[in-house]
């Protein structure tokens, strides 16, 4: 009997743990689902037969390489830092290593040796990254079959509210990993236009936020990822002018949130000198010019530029920063004081519903016409499971099932941009309703 | 007789090496001056009786020791990142150490062991910082022994091109380490203003910068320095309630740099990518949205929302930026870019002349009153030395005679705000026609 070992079970994980589960009496498997909250994963597993959850300290190296050992494929959920770790036990004892994380230059130095002990290692399978490479690589492939050449690659992603629970202005709730919205666009951002090499600067990107209507779903906003340009080997394009990855957000949430970056507000660089009853009016203060005889609202208004009516101010104001309530952090970064702020007003509540928005636009060039597809995915989050936790678990455990059954004969260390992973996901995803428009 | 050494023969030396010289006789003493390039040390020196100049491998430290030892005071005008070893050589052989450069922690813990050594290691001791602290001090000391307490505290200090050589729309020229001029600001600002500490981002850092008119010399631009709080304790100050540095640059200039610097230009933490052949407009459009039937200036006026005839735009086209010149640097930062770009255009030729600038802007309250007091300080380069080679020389002169005078008691690490320092400093200045006009 095999089993398969699920390293951590927080909030993305139900969708994954529910699938295997259903799956594990065909597959003859059973599912040890390991978290540091024991009763999480015993929340996660119910009382299913094929369940074994299991408390575990993940500094406890000898208890996590046993687990590993275990198994036939580990399926890890850990923070992205713990992978590399975790692919030298599957090295070690020739086990198979799916992760929905980006892939790094250590975790790429271990391709040779997964080849040689015949095991796979799979990065970025999970939604972003990874079914955005699924569904991109496909309508390559299916053009470059017929003769296309793609020219032209814009790509966006958003993990964002569903509208039946969006009532805030920024129309944005915290359904992801909060310290990364507040930092999101921090470094140098990349990619390829019209044959050149474009840079963007933190203080430009969200002001270049480039508009984009989804059918049925309105307006949003898409602000460009970091690197781009890596992708472009991996896709093996050679004849694109154009490419570029990006995160979504409903409009006009990228206005109101430039407002903040151009202040200097989300930096995470330095501390804030705090007395110990620092207000949420006087922290902002630090970031306005002076200016006697103006208070806190028309100070800010003035240092951008911004009429009273503004949907940026008004977005601004209904987070607070100017009240002259105490900031509830005493010491920390910029950035940590804005977290503490927006985690007060971005509450993803209990029963509320999430939405996951991907849209691939691609000019391709075929008989010397050139063809435009869009191909646009939206998600959202049921009783059961969020979207997040669905679009990010099922390509996951797909991957594991597909690999019990000897369907994958991939070994190395792997994104999914090959056909004999895009094909049977996206069909196994279709089935569970999550499933491209063109 | 007594010694003087001088490391460092480079172009701010000169007016140090000529006083040296001038009061060799008086005090019974000999001058060595030691540079990497000993014909830079042999034409500071002239045939001066009294002068030794020799040629040092930096890298050779018992060599660099030897001459220490032989020393009874050392001015290092060596890079910043050299003076903790000067130091720790001048600790070892019981040598009085000056320097222009900012004091650090590294320096600073070295403070009681130099007491115990009865050394005086000055750093801060230039122009600024240097005599910024002197005239500072003095006006805040005379204050006080009038009953009058330092409420609010502005000081700016530029290196300028001097009027009459001043021809280009920048009004500026680089008459000291060009790359820290393109770097000018990256980093966390901070200062007090109305009893708020006040942060301000590298983005907004030249948009606000503060017009100050001087009298005589036109409209100047003053941007904040990094770190202003440190000197709040150094200069014993308990009740102000603003208090800034900063530098200053002919009006339009922060205007027309804050321009770069909105689109990411002066940038230092990514490589451009260079297929070897980049011109200079191309580098501009990197940093540029695409706009389809547009020009790189219309580009870069749009992105930036200027006029055609606006000032910062003709600014920027005189530099080159707009070119189809291929850029000379095929490897480096876009500030390295930059660099290139502007050694050209800021060329600091022979026989043109510098001009330093400095402001201090006070106000005082004294007997319920209200006081301001403005101390300025212009100096000019003339026929033998620049202006920065005397304001930056004289301070770290005067103190190496006054030390062979046995006329500064001080030990241990310090920077000269004291009386003992600013008044027989600040005398001597002025007889070199380096003078306040309040």
Same mark, same amino acid.
């Given at each position: 009997?095999?089993?398969? =070992?699920? =390293? ?13 589960? %259903? ?15 024991? /009763?999480?994963?015993?929340?996660? !597993? ?12 993940? %500094? ?39 992760? #929905? ?20 290692? =799979? ?20 053009? $470059? %079959? ?6 032209? @690659? ?9 509208? /039946? ?7 944005? $709730? &915290? ?8 930092? #999101? ?21 969200? #002001? ?8 049925? /779903? ?8 970091? *690197? ?39 930096? *995470? ?30 100070? @800010? ?11 940026? @101010?008004?977005?601004?104001?209904? !987070? ?15 950035? *940590?004081?804005?977290?503490?702020? &927006? ?10 519903? *999430? ?8 000019? @391709? ?5 050139? %063809?435009?597809?869009? #191909? ?14 669905? !679009? ?27 056909? /004999? ?18």
């Amino acid at each position: 009997m095999s089993n398969i =070992l699920v =390293l951590g079970a927080g909030r993305s994980s139900s969708a994954l743990i529910e699938y295997l589960l %259903e799956q594990s009496a065909g597959l003859n498997c059973t599912v040890t689902v390991a978290d540091q909250n024991p /009763e999480s994963a015993r929340q996660k !597993t119910g009382n299913h037969p094929a369940a074994r959850p299991v408390g575990i300290a993940l %500094e406890d190296a000898a208890a996590v390489e046993q687990l590993i050992n275990e198994a036939s494929v580990v399926i890890s959920l850990l923070p992205p830092t713990l992978h590399y770790k975790v692919a030298l036990s599957c090295l070690k004892y020739g086990r198979h290593l799916l992760t #929905a994380s980006y892939v790094n230059e250590e975790i790429r130095s271990l391709d040779l040796q997964a080849k040689e002990k015949g095991i796979l290692i =799979l990065m970025e399978n999970g939604l972003d990254p990874g079914i955005d490479h699924l569904s991109a690589m496909k309508e390559i492939d299916s053009m $470059k %079959e017929k003769g296309g050449v793609l020219k032209s @690659f814009r790509s966006y992603t958003g993990g964002l509210v569903a509208p /039946e629970s969006d009532n805030n202005p920024w129309h944005y $709730k &915290f359904t992801w990993n909060p310290k990364n919205v507040i930092l #999101a666009g921090q470094g140098n951002v990349k990619y390829l236009e019209n044959n050149k090499f474009k840079y963007i600067p933190y203080q430009q990107l969200f #002001a270049r936020a480039e508009e984009i209507e989804i059918e049925g /779903e309105g307006i949003f906003e898409g602000y460009a990822n970091r *690197d781009s340009l890596s992708y472009l080997k991996l896709y093996n394009l050679n004849d694109v002018s154009t490419f570029i990855r990006g995160t979504l957000r409903k409009s006009p949430y990228c206005r109101g949130w430039n407002s903040l970056v151009q202040l200097g507000m989300t930096a *995470d660089s330095f501390e804030v000198d705090n007395p110990g009853n620092l207000t949420w009016s006087q922290f902002a203060d630090s970031f306005l010019p002076e200016i006697p005889g103006k208070n806190i609202e028309e100070k @800010f208004c003035l240092a951008l530029g911004l009429a009273q009516d503004a949907e940026e @101010f008004k977005m601004i104001r209904w !987070t607070g920063l100017f009240s002259d309530e105490v900031c509830p952090v005493k010491k920390g970064t910029p950035a *940590d004081y804005l977290l503490s702020l &927006f985690e007060k007003k971005f509450v993803f509540a209990q029963g509320d519903k *999430d939405m996951i928005v991907m849209q691939h636009q691609m000019q @391709f060039e075929i008989k010397k016409q050139s %063809e435009n597809i869009n #191909a646009t995915l939206v998600v959202k989050g049921d009783e059961k499971h969020s979207a997040m936790a669905k !679009t990010v678990g099922l390509p996951l455990g797909i991957t594991a099932k597909l690999i019990l059954q000897n369907k994958i004969k991939l070994t190395g260390v792997q994104i999914p941009v090959m056909k /004999e992973l895009y094909e049977p996901l996206l069909k196994e995803l279709e089935e569970k309703g999550i499933r491209f428009k063109n």
